[in-house]
Nanobody, 118 residues
Framework: QVHLVESGGGLVQAGGSLRLSCAAS????????MGWFRQAPGKEREFVAT????????YYADSVKGRFTISRDNAKNTVYLQMNSLKPEDTAVYYC???????????WGQGTQVTVSS
């Protein structure tokens, strides 16, 4: 079982930056693929970024590529999402996601609101 708690959301002007954090419980954090998803009002939840457990490889949605950076600190059981050059269309609830290396189990955080004003 993995418990995820996000933090770092808030209100920012367009062009600004925010860094989201996701603290995970459990002793096997280093063996989980970690990711971020987001859900805007009236829209489905969508993939934002992921970082693998094995090589730390990163993958991004085209809409955030070049602006967002995902990273992880296994010693702190934490994954981060650095968001730069924010746009109003980035406004959403951002969810942290964890998937075990067998891809059998998925866990979600409660979400953190990010609002970008124009």
């Amino acid at each position: 079982q993995v418990h995820l708690v996000e933090s770092g959301g808030g209100l920012v002007q367009a062009g600004g930056s925010l860094r989201l954090s996701c603290a995970a419980s459990g002793r096997t954090f280093s063996t989980y693929n970690m990711g971020w998803f987001r859900q805007a009002p009236g829209k489905e939840r969508e993939f934002v970024a992921t970082i693998t457990w094995s090589l730390g490889s990163t993958y991004y949605a085209d809409s955030v590529k070049g602006r967002f950076t995902i990273s992880r600190d296994n010693a702190k059981n934490t994954v981060y999402l650095q968001m730069n050059s924010l746009k109003p269309e980035d406004t959403a609830v951002y969810y942290c996601h964890a998937q075990d290396r067998s891809r059998s189990y998925n866990y979600w955080g409660q979400g953190t609101q990010v609002t970008v004003s124009s």
